[in-house]
Every structure is written in structure tokens, then in C-alpha cells.
């Protein structure tokens, strides 16, 4: 798949042949007289592999770029180019959040062996409930109780990731779409990383990690409004993107589409396969669906959002938008984390389903939503 903007010149290609050319042919017209004028030297020897790196790295073109300060790469290009770096399995950190480089920006580590549960509680009312202590919750993994050995319930940053339908039938929404995206990120911590994917029957990243609210809409603004809708491929490219580029360990990708995945190679299935990888993202999704195409589209999109412990939202009209990623926000902004080591260790491989469980004094009812398993290990293969 093709870069955009990614073209040079054929002229420039061959001015720079021409002078590399010309080069060559100093430093050989030179190098007669430079043996005359100095004794002989032995040899200089190169310690064994190592590489001569280049001046000018900037003027490179299709190098493995900042995740920080991207502009319009593909995700699937973005991962063949940036190896996951991700620590060995059994290698520990400590439990902390640090100030990353001059950025700012706070990285929440952990222990690998730990497994974190982000968590959402409502009430019987469908409120959210957010004075809850450490006390209040029980987690299972495969119906045996964990050992909760770590909880917080603070804002804390998130990379995102906005996945925008680009197809022909959004040319008419993408104007009220783009602005709640938008909105989205205005409602979020100030300190989240955020990327934006345009897809049709392609996707392409047009905006890397940041969080320039002017980069992210001069992303948002790349519409081309044609060809079909490859969902599947693009949430998992965009998954598989945040996996080896995302510095902060909670993870959102934020996802709007009007129609049935009519373009893609991956299925249903491998896509949430993917998705629920260790320590994927949680997936919300708004789906603006006709009559015609509403209930496999609307299945697709409800399985992908409950698996990851996310929403999707169905909306009679356009202009509820801007209030569901208002909602989205605030969902994300109150969020429990949850971690515990497993009983069974990681090493034994295989599906492990979640589930966690909230009482507490002065509730009835609390329903607690997260995502329903994982695959673990696939996080820190050396």
C-alpha cells in the first residue's frame, strides 16, 4: 500500500544519482596525489559490525519515523519498520507513573507478570459509581478468585486511538463526526497520546502519537469520502500500531463507521482475536447505521466493543454524536484499574476469561464492565 505524499520526483532522483556520480569521481581523481604525499599506514579497521550511520538522517525518506511527530504512514507499514521492544517475559518493573522525557507525559509501568483490569461500575440506575474502594471488588479469571495486588482509581493518560470510516456514504457526516472526534480529545487528560486512522477499503495513519489538537485536525480533515469499508483491517492494524508504538498502558481506540465491513481480508473473528491480545485496547465504537445494514453491522460492532470492555453506540441521528464522545470521555476519565497476578501462570498459555464482581454498603445492584479475556504472553514474546 502506497504512502500518501510519499512520491519523489523522478528529476530530483536523477539530479541525486548525478551528484553522487560527480563525487566519486573527485575522490578518485584525489587519492593518487594523497598516497604520494603521506607514508603508508596500515589499514584502519572497523570493529566488527558496526555500520557507518548517515549524516543526515532527517533527509531520508521512509525511514522508521518519530511515533512522536508522524504524518501519514500506514500502520501496517509503521509495524514491519518498528520491531516490538517489549521486555521479556519475567523481567519485572516497579509499579510506578514517571515523567517521560521532556514530553511530560506520565507512563504507567508494571510488573509483566501482572494482568491489568480497567473496570467501569454503574449502578441499577445505569450511573456511574466512583467511590469505590480496593474492598468493594472480586476479580476471576477462569471462575477462580485473584489476589487484587494493585488498585487505583485516578485520571490517568491514555493513548487513543480515533479510526475513522471514510467510505463513500460518509461523505455527508464526516463534517459532524470530525468535530465530536474532536470533542473527544478536548474532554480527555490534556496529557493523552492520541493517533488518527482514515479508512475505506485502505487505512492510512495520516497523524502519529500526539497531542496537538491542530495535528489531529488536519488529520481528521484528510477526506476522501470513497471505495468501500475494510473495519476489521483497520482496527487491527490500529491495534496493532498502538501495540509497539503506545508509551502509556491504558488504551482506547475510539471508532465510527455507517455501514458493514464489505472490504477487508481479516474477519469478525481474527479481529477480535487480536484485540484481546494482553493488554489491548478497549474499543468504542458509534455506528450510524441504516435499516437496511443495521444487524450484522450492528452485531459486529456490539461483540467488538463488549469483548474489550467498551461501548458501542447506535444513534438514531447524526447530531447525538458530540454528546457520545462527551459520554466516552467521561467513561474513560472514571475508570477503576484492577491488577492481579494470575494463578495460573502465563507460561500455560490459552484463553483466560475475566470476570469482576463489585459490592459495597449504600448500593444495590453494581454491574461492572471490562473486557471479557485475554491471551496472555502475547504482550512480552521475546
Not at 341 to 354: D, H, N, V
Amino acid at each position: 500500500m502506497l504512502l500518501r505524499n510519499s512520491r519523489v520526483p523522478a528529476l530530483l532522483i536523477v539530479l541525486l544519482f548525478a551528484a553522487i556520480a560527480c563525487r566519486h569521481q573527485a575522490i578518485a581523481a584525489q587519492a593518487p596525489s594523497q598516497q604520494q604525499a603521506q607514508p603508508q599506514q596500515p589499514p584502519s579497521q572497523q570493529p566488527q559490525g558496526q555500520t557507518t550511520q548517515p549524516a543526515s538522517p532527517q533527509s531520508q525518506e521512509n525511514k522508521t519515523p518519530n511515533p512522536q511527530n508522524q504524518d501519514q504512514k500506514t500502520p501496517s507499514q509503521l509495524n514491519q519498520s518498528q520491531p516490538n521492544q517489549s521486555q521479556p517475559s519475567g523481567q519485572q518493573t516497579q509499579d510506578q507513573d514517571q515523567a517521560s522525557g521532556d514530553s511530560g507525559v506520565f507512563v504507567f509501568k508494571k510488573e509483566v507478570e501482572e494482568v491489568m483490569v480497567h473496570a467501569t461500575v454503574m449502578d441499577d440506575k445505569n450511573r456511574l459509581v466512583t467511590t469505590l474502594d480496593r474492598s468493594a471488588f472480586t476479580v476471576f479469571e477462569n471462575n477462580q478468585q485473584q489476589t487484587i495486588t494493585s488498585f487505583r482509581h485516578e485520571d490517568v493518560p491514555v493513548a487513543m486511538g480515533i479510526v475513522i470510516d471514510n467510505s463513500g456514504s460518509m461523505r455527508e457526516k464526516r463534517d459532524k463526526v470530525n468535530k465530536a472526534a474532536l470533542n473527544l480529545v478536548r474532554s480527555s487528560n490534556p496529557q493523552d497520546q492520541v493517533f488518527v486512522v482514515n479508512f475505506n477499503d485502505e487505512y492510512y495513519l495520516d497523524q502519529a502519537f500526539t497531542n496537538n489538537i491542530n495535528k489531529l485536525r488536519e488529520a481528521l480533515e484528510k477526506v476522501e469520502a470513497r471505495g468501500g469499508t475494510a473495519l476489521y483491517d483497520a482496527i487491527v492494524a490500529s491495534s496493532d500500531y498502538m501495540k509497539k508504538n503506545a508509551r502509556l498502558q491504558k488504551k482506547v481506540l475510539f471508532v465510527v463507521t455507517d455501514g458493514e465491513d464489505n472490504a477487508s481480508r481479516e474477519s469478525l473473528e481474527e479481529a477480535v482475536r487480536r484485540l484481546q491480545e494482553e493488554n489491548g485496547p478497549t474499543v468504542y465504537a458509534i455506528g450510524l447505521l441504516g435499516e437496511e445494514k443495521a444487524r450484522r453491522a450492528r452485531r459486529a460492532l456490539e461483540t467488538i466493543a463488549q469483548r474489550t470492555g467498551g461501548i458501542a453506540f447506535l444513534p438514531r441521528t447524526l447530531d447525538e454524536v458530540d454528546q457520545i464522545s462527551s459520554s466516552v470521555a467521561h467513561d474513560i476519565r472514571n475508570q477503576y484499574t484492577l491488577g492481579y497476578k494470575p494463578s495460573t501462570p502465563k507460561s500455560a498459555g490459552g484463553y483466560r476469561a475475566i470476570r469482576a464482581e463489585a459490592r459495597a454498603k449504600g448500593y444495590g445492584k453494581l454491574t461492572v464492565r471490562t473486557r471479557s479475556g485475554y491471551y496472555p504472553g502475547q504482550e512480552h514474546a521475546p
